[in-house]
């Protein structure tokens, strides 16, 4: 199957910076990428969706100015947590697909985000 | 709006045990459904992806079920293993967007 990777995997840093991540689909291109977050012992729940060259789509309850997204290629979008505070420490997980190709999302590995 | 649940929650079974693990969905109206595995602190894998028009899909000792009347599915592993614990997660897929909808999620223990 598909590779997607994920940088960081693991981040800890001070409240009040901010933190980028990093979802990269290594062997395929992908129109859209989906960005999850996932609390301890809970479900994944979307935060937004990206398309390639365009603003990102984000689910009700998600702040966009908080959580910026940027998909500027076909292999690589961005999830910036701006000002980021303990509240937001979570493990973050972006998907890679690709319409009309495969039904299939294929998932990056995770970062793990702890805000001190 | 799309409601996705998991029963049960946590499960423990002793090596060498059928078993099945369920998924209900609360709008029948799906595009697709996905059951994923995930180990602690990783990713996911996908497992099995069935779309509406179909009743079923078999990989290895894997098979899942679907039933969107009754908006329902179920995922059965047959002659469980150690490495078979792990959380699986259901996903509902509502249109052709890509977007997914998850459960909760069954954490599984296979006792050697």
């Known amino acids: 199957g598909a590779v997607v990777s994920q940088h960081p995997s693991r981040v800890i840093c001070k409240s009040g910076t901010s933190v980028k991540i990093e979802c990269r689909s290594l062997d395929f291109q992908a129109t859209t990428m989906f960005w999850y977050r996932q609390f301890p012992k809970q479900s994944l729940m979307l935060m937004a969706t990206s398309n390639e060259g365009s603003k990102a789509t984000y689910e009700q309850g998600v702040e966009k100015d908080k959580f910026l997204i940027n998909h500027a290629s076909l292999t690589l979008s961005t999830l910036t947590v701006t000002s980021a505070h303990p509240e937001d420490s979570s493990f973050y997980i972006c998907s890679a697909w690709t319409s009309g190709v495969t039904d299939t999302q294929y998932f990056g590995p995770g970062t793990r985000l702890t805000v001190l | 709006k799309q409601e996705v649940t998991q029963i049960p929650a946590a499960l423990s079974v002793p090596e060498g045990e059928n078993l099945v693990l369920n998924c209900s969905f609360t709008?029948?109206?799906?595009?697709?459904l996905q059951w994923f595995r995930q180990d602690p602190g990783k990713g996911l894998t996908s497992l099995l992806l069935?779309?509406?028009?179909?009743r079923e899909q078999t990989s290895g000792r894997l098979n899942a079920s679907l039933d969107k009347s009754s908006g329902r599915s179920t995922l059965y592993i047959a002659a469980s293993q150690p490495g078979d614990s792990a959380t699986y997660l259901c996903a509902v897929g509502s249109s052709n967007t890509g977007k997914l909808i998850f459960g909760q999620g069954t954490t599984l223990q296979v006792k050697p």
């Open positions: 709008d029948s109206a799906i595009y697709n």
């Open positions: 069935i779309q509406s028009s179909q």
